[in-house]
């Protein structure tokens, strides 16, 4: 037999079957970052930059804290794969990443290692170990997100402690400051025992805690007085002692007591209880909606009512402190509910928010005996030096031998516990400083911002809505060692912040800007303030909560940014000239407006902490150019609305009145296959470190754009090998076309899309109909539908279909002929967009699939833009997609009565069969169109269309109305090089082994397709 293989067009690329994700992807990170990739993109899109084409998606900072997880890799991969398909989209998207750098849990690290600041070591030396160890954690950090294939400016990261970025966010202060925004109280916070330290909303969580919950007497000092205020008192006054209920879960909050809270539009009944009560002869008063469950609580089994009155008649009256000797009033307060207790509410204002409130309309003193260390203060009677918690018993032992005590029982209830510590927090007031949600409008702003802001999924809205509308006053102070300061002076004697304060903490942000946040914290008043005011007023010793910190990165970066693009970057303007340029840009989004500086790279930044990590702000030229606010998106997972999202809001509607943000996209946390979640002890965590060393980036990658992100993210090790096989699908299909491209020169063999094949027109159409879905998808962040299409295009359209009828043109025909022309064309125009289609997603892969590309290109896929060389049939073309869904539906018939055939041992392949179709007249018709190249699009060795009225008896129905089939096998030789058996193999004396076909591509002036 005679081998013709040498006259085959086979398959032959450079890109190799195998993936090896594990093993390539770090090498093809290497040349990204020898390449300078990023600049290159940033360069790419400097024209579109120029003319306010951008698109900024403001990086949220993860924690400066431990290796990242499966949810760091998540929400940054999502990001990449926005930041990636925008600049597609020819915009300049420029990715600028950050990192939170200060506070308590860095501090507790060092703590470990160092001892606590004032003690083994110096304040100043534990503020330098914690920048230190911030700075190592970005760095490993850094690597895990780069090696996702994470592209950014990661030479000039931000981060909240770089000394410039520190003197910005004090600078924020000063404009909220300025604003009227800041206040002094000494309010309930939240308050960790554990921290030492004011908690803000967003780090405190909800566990269950198993409590005390009591009923106790307050003694009415005047019962007669009370009665008098009754609209309805049976016959006497009743016997024994009259008392007020309360009930409560917190039992150390009573030593701070200051009044009784009734709500002054509830009844309330004065109960008479029988000498037989588990406490003699006495009159309660209850709220008369809680009677029968207040009296079956207490186990007092006759009672009945001597007189009502509603809860504003008892405005005023005295009541005695059940154990110390001072009398408290009734207030009255729209807080107080027929949920659960008595209907009278036990108030301490130094201990709870609606107690606070009601109480300052009071003018209750806001008493607080609890130390920062969660106990008693010295002085306290009774309780001095205990622990609150541990104080409950006590306190109730008090009130039972002052018989002061109705009821206790123990319950579980949900409690706020610290989110570091997992441990109880409790209320207490202290002098802090506090956002006031109303005294300048702030409230009123911010919800209006929020209607203006396109919130996804929708729910989002209503979400943070609910949160900002009934948030308390933000408490932003703390009591840290790492921290940015709050450099405020404050004057001794009244407290009022000194006359000059605006231009003050400038001063002081300019000192920081020059030594960091030691700068102020070795500051004496008289330095600033000379001597005679430097006497008179003191300083502020706290620092910022940390989400201040994050809060206002819409300053310190995006209108820090936009500063350097006004500028002219770095290189155009001294350190002053851009201060100077952040305070005119006056936080306005002037995007629109930039001078579109051109960026290769960007200059490193002057000063580096530890670690090599660059301080970040002061290098703003280059990569930092181009940002703005509003920023286009910010993207986060769904905890954030009370975290970031919120404290950005408040912070740029407390600087400019405006939200920082146009659209903010949420993702859910991450679960396991079962719907549980991320546990060590449930050994059901999964690492993406191991993950990138064993599957590969891309793998991650690829779960992450499969996975409906606004809901709950499932993954295992299991769901990630499922993962691998779909992509193993898409490289493979990758490859084909890669392979097929063998001496294709796109500048010398692309065919005309009017001279194609009409099967490649068709495959070139059916991928533009891909992209402009694709890119739809892309553009509304549902990155699940790309990947289901996309898949789906691989394994039917082309892998079951035109990958499949093609191999015999693709290898039979002449080198140059123009079908195979025509073949490649097709497969080359695929291949370039699906490149780009991948990028995002797949961007390891797809830049391999870019180095193997034939042509001239740019060095990297990420400089692209959707490929613009697709096109699409002619309407009213007799070959439109119409036609072709006809074609695929009889193709997908006759190929089930195929595999039938085979499984009955009839033939063993497609090509062994000769099949006969009988058809309604219009498909009939529709079919004929296609001639004898039928049998190449059903893979027969011969195909023939005749009348469904002519229908033999051996033929069989199909799935597809108006259209039998009769299979035989053909009688016919097999040729050696095509396969197909035909009725001419033998005739030819210089080819016997040949087909008729074979010899003309062979020998030849080649075969001549037109439709498939």
């Not at 916070?189 to 805690?209: Q, R």
């Not at 034939?854 to 692209?864: H, K, N, S, Y």
Request: hydrophobic content about 40%; glycine content about 10%.
């Amino acid at each position: 037999m005679t081998d013709y293989k040498h006259t085959l067009n086979l398959p032959k690329t450079g890109f190799p079957m195998k993936a090896n994700l594990a093993q390539r992807e770090p090498e093809m990170l290497k040349r990204w970052q020898a390449l300078d990739v990023y600049g290159q993109v940033r360069a790419a899109r400097a024209e579109a930059r120029a003319r306010g084409e951008t698109f900024i998606l403001h990086d949220g900072p993860p924690y400066a804290n431990g290796e990242i997880h499966i949810g760091h890799a998540v929400n940054k991969v999502l990001k990449d794969i926005i930041v990636k398909s925008r600049t597609l989209d020819g915009l300049d998207a420029p990715y600028v990443p950050g990192w939170d750098c200060h506070g308590l849990p860095i501090e507790l690290q060092v703590e470990r290692k160092q001892g606590k600041p004032g003690q083994k070591i110096s304040v100043t030396q534990f503020r330098h170990a914690c920048r230190d160890y911030a700075a190592r954690q970005v760095d490993g950090q850094r690597a895990d997100f780069e090696r996702l294939g994470v592209l950014g400016d990661w030479a000039h990261p931000y981060l909240t402690m770089a000394p410039r970025f520190e003197a910005d966010i004090v600078r924020a202060l000063g404009r909220i400051v300025a604003n009227g925004h800041l206040h002094k109280g000494s309010k309930p916070v939240h308050w960790c025992i554990d921290c030492g330290s004011a908690l803000a909303e967003a780090e405190v969580e909800y566990a269950d805690k198993e409590s005390s919950a009591i009923d106790v007497r307050f003694a009415v000092s005047d019962p007669e007085t009370l009665l008098g205020r009754c609209h309805a008192v049976p016959e006497g006054q009743g016997q024994g002692p009259m008392s007020v209920v309360i009930w409560t879960t917190t039992p150390w909050t009573l030593p701070a007591n200051q009044a009784v809270a009734l709500n002054p539009e509830l009844e309330y009944a004065l109960v008479q209880v029988a000498a037989d009560g588990p406490h003699g002869e006495e009159r309660l008063l209850v709220a008369e909606g809680l009677l029968k469950d207040t009296m079956d609580r207490w186990g007092i089994p006759h009672h009945r009512v001597i007189a009502y009155g509603r809860g504003d008649a008892f405005e005023g009256l005295a009541l005695q402190h059940p154990f110390y000797e001072r009398q408290v009033p009734v207030i009255l307060g729209e807080h107080v509910t027929l949920e659960a207790g008595t209907g009278a509410v036990h108030t301490a204002p130094g201990h709870g928010l609606d107690d606070y409130v009601v109480g300052s309309r009071y003018q209750l003193a806001v008493d607080n005996p609890v130390g920062g260390d969660g106990r008693f203060v010295e002085g306290t009677p009774l309780f001095a030096g205990e622990n609150v918690f541990d104080a409950n018993q006590q306190v109730i032992e008090t009130l039972q031998a002052n018989g002061a005590l109705v009821r206790e029982q123990r319950f579980t209830h949900s409690y706020p516990h610290c989110w570091r510590h997992k441990t109880p927090i409790i209320f207490r007031a202290t002098p802090q400083w506090f956002i006031s949600m109303d005294q300048q409008g702030l409230r009123a702003a911010a919800l209006r911002e929020i209607e203006a802001v396109r919130w996804m999924p929708d729910w989002g809205q209503s979400r943070i809505d609910g949160m900002v509308r009934n948030r308390p006053d933000w408490c932003i102070s703390r009591q840290r060692t790492w921290g940015v300061p709050i450099p405020l002076f404050v004057d001794k004697d009244s407290g009022a912040l000194h006359p000059r304060t605006e231009v003050l903490i400038e001063e002081v942000a300019a000192r920081i800007e020059a030594k960091g946040i030691d700068a102020w914290f070795e500051l004496r008043a008289e330095d600033l303030l000379g001597p005679d005011e430097g006497a008179r007023y003191e300083k502020v010793h706290d620092t910022l909560d940390v989400w201040f910190d994050s809060g206002v990165t819409h300053a310190c970066v995006l209108d820090r940014g936009a500063a350097a693009e006004t500028l002219n970057g770095r290189d155009g303007a001294s350190d002053s000239e851009q201060s100077a340029g952040l305070e005119r840009s006056g936080g306005a989004h002037s995007g629109r407006e930039h001078s579109g500086s051109d960026h290769a790279g960007g200059k490193r930044a002057d000063g580096e902490h530890a670690g090599g990590v660059p301080a970040a702000g002061d290098g703003t030229g280059g990569d930092w150019a181009g940002l703005r606010r509003p920023a286009d998106l910010y993207l986060e997972g769904s905890d954030q609305h009370r975290g970031w999202f919120q404290s950005s809001l408040l912070t740029s509607v407390a600087m400019v009145g405006a939200a920082p943000y146009q659209q903010v996209l949420t993702h859910g946390f991450t679960v396991d296959q079962h719907g549980r979640k991320m546990s060590k002890s449930l050994g059901n965590v999964v690492q993406p470190q191991q993950v990138m060393k064993t599957l590969g980036a891309d793998i991650i990658r690829l779960w992450v754009a499969a996975t409906d992100y606004r809901a709950e993210m499932a993954v295992s090790d299991e769901i990630l090998k499922r993962t691998a096989d779909a992509y193993r699908r898409i490289r493979n299909t990758a490859r084909f076309l890669l392979s097929n491209l063998n001496g294709f020169d796109p500048s010398r063999h692309q065919v005309p899309a009017a001279e194609m094949i009409e099967l490649d027109r068709w495959a070139v159409d059916r991928a533009l109909q891909l992209q402009e879905e694709i890119v739809a998808a892309y553009r509304d962040y549902q990155f699940h539908l790309i990947y289901h299409r996309l898949h789906n295009f691989c394994v039917v359209d082309m892998g079951g279909f035109y990958l499949d009828v093609i191999k015999d043109r693709q290898y039979t025909t002449g080198a140059d002929s123009l079908p195979r022309r025509s073949c490649q064309t097709a497969m080359y125009h695929i291949i370039e967009a699906m490149s780009r289609w991948l990028a995002p997603i797949l961007s390891f892969t797809a830049d391999e699939i870019w180095q193997h590309l034939p042509g001239e290109r740019d060095e990297t896929v990420f400089t692209a833009v959707w490929y613009p060389g697709l096109f699409a049939l002619d309407d009213g073309d007799l070959y439109d997609r119409d036609f072709w869904n006809q074609v695929l539906a009889v193709r997908t018939a006759v190929g089930r009565r195929l595999e039938a055939a085979r499984t009955q041992g009839l033939i063993r392949a497609g090509l062994d069969a000769e099949v006969d179709l009988y058809c309604a007249p219009d498909l009939e018709g529709l079919l004929r169109r296609l001639g004898d190249e039928l049998r190449f699009v059903l893979i027969t060795s011969e195909a023939s269309v005749y009348p469904l009225t002519e229908r033999e008896a051996e033929a069989e129905d199909t799935d597809l109305d108006g259209l039998a089939v009769r299979i035989r096998p053909s009688e016919h030789t097999k040729c050696v090089r095509c396969w197909h058996h035909r009725a001419d193999v033998g005739t030819h004396g210089t080819h016997p082994e040949l087909c008729g076909r074979c010899v003309v591509n062979v020998d030849g002036e080649g075969e001549r397709r037109r439709y498939a």
